[in-house]
């Protein structure tokens, strides 16, 4: 069965720093495009980034380009987000996402972690 | 940036009522549409993928139809764990990835 575990959230000041991590297990992870989607308190759902199953190709919402840092350690099962220069708009619970389809970067999120809240505030 | 437009943004339906929620997309997206359900304080889980194909294990009352810019999500007759809040998604042309703002379906 297909398990994502988000962990790292929690309260951040304007302009500090988190790194969201995500354990997977129970699938091939070093195949699966893994993504980033994040939902602010009441509201829906927004795309933050991806990275390919190779690591090659790496996408990330305009909305946090240059401050959001994606990244995956195959040997390790694990996805991370580095999360610089935040703001009180990036408040939201992040939710790890699986590509439904292996070797491929197709963007149907088949399974999703139970998400992490990050909470930026003064 | 293709936009993804809901409606209703709120449903009210009964238990064993058909329910039908519109998706429509600001160009064309082939039939790369996935829909979500949401319940409260959980992740969402995918419905339907390619505009209607069933993920794993989801009822067959739930059918996804459409193309281009138009979509259909249909649930035939609710039951009472079908009360939650449905986003679909286009993957289409990306990035961005965009979802729409969702429509809830709510109890009457």
């Known amino acids: 069965e297909v398990h994502l575990v988000e962990s790292g959230g929690g309260l951040v000041k304007p302009g500090g720093s988190l790194r969201l991590s995500c354990a997977a297990s129970g699938f091939n992870f070093r195949f699966y495009t893994m993504n980033w989607v994040r939902q602010a308190p009441g509201k829906g759902l927004e795309w933050v980034s991806s990275?390919?199953?190779?690591?090659?190709?790496?996408y990330y919402a305009d909305s946090v380009k240059g401050r959001f840092t994606i990244s995956r350690d195959n040997a390790q099962n694990s996805l991370y987000l580095q999360m610089n220069n935040l703001r009180a708009e990036d408040t939201a619970t992040y939710y790890c996402?699986?590509?439904?389809?292996?070797?491929?970067?197709?963007?149907?999120?088949?399974?999703w972690g139970q998400g992490t809240l990050v909470t930026v505030s003064s | 940036e293709i936009v993804m437009t809901q409606s209703p943004a709120t449903l009210s339906m009964s238990p064993g009522e058909r329910a039908t929620l519109s998706c429509r997309a600001s160009q064309s997206v082939s039939s790369d549409l996935a829909w979500y359900q949401q319940k409260p304080g959980q992740a969402p889980r995918l419905l339907i993928y390619?505009?209607?194909t069933r993920a794993t294990g989801v009822p067959a009352r739930f059918s996804g139809s459409g193309s281009g810019t138009e979509f259909t999500l249909i649930i035939s007759s609710l039951q009472s764990e079908d009360f939650a809040i449905y986003y679909c998604?286009?993957?289409?042309?990306?990035?961005?990835?965009?979802f729409g703002g969702g429509t809830k379906v709510e109890i009457k």
């Open positions: 996402t699986r590509d439904m389809v292996d070797t491929s970067m197709v963007a149907e999120f088949d399974s």
């Open positions: 990275i390919a199953y190779s690591g090659v190709y790496i």
């Open positions: 390619g505009a209607s």
């Open positions: 998604q286009q993957y289409k042309d990306w990035p961005p990835l965009t």
